[in-house]
């Protein structure tokens, strides 16, 4: 890790289809009162619903240019500006 990255930064892993099932498998179970979580991991979850939807998007366009750049664009600002894990 360089000294610039920061521990707090999420990787663009954290926003994989399988990172978005495990946070809606575990908000299911919040719903369902079957586990009990603090506030963080609700603006998390948000973070990577968010997120997973961008890098989404990103597959979805990979073949139509004009819409793959505003998707590219989309989410690496989102990278930069707001996936860092919520304290």
């Not at 506030?39 to 998007?57: C, K, N, P, T, V």
């Not at 139509?64 to 989309?74: A, C, G, I, L, M």
Request: a negative charge.
């Amino acid at each position: 890790m360089s000294d610039n990255e920061s521990l707090d930064k999420l990787k663009e892993s954290d926003f994989s289809k399988e990172s978005l099932e495990k946070t809606l498998e575990d908000l299911l179970k919040l719903f369902d009162g079957k586990i009990e979580v603090a506030d963080e991991f609700i603006w998390q979850s948000q973070l990577i619903i968010e997120g997973a939807y961008y890098r989404m998007e990103l597959d979805k366009w990979k073949d139509e240019p004009t819409n793959y750049k505003y998707s590219v664009e989309r989410f690496c600002n989102f990278m930069k500006e707001r996936a860092y894990y919520v304290h």
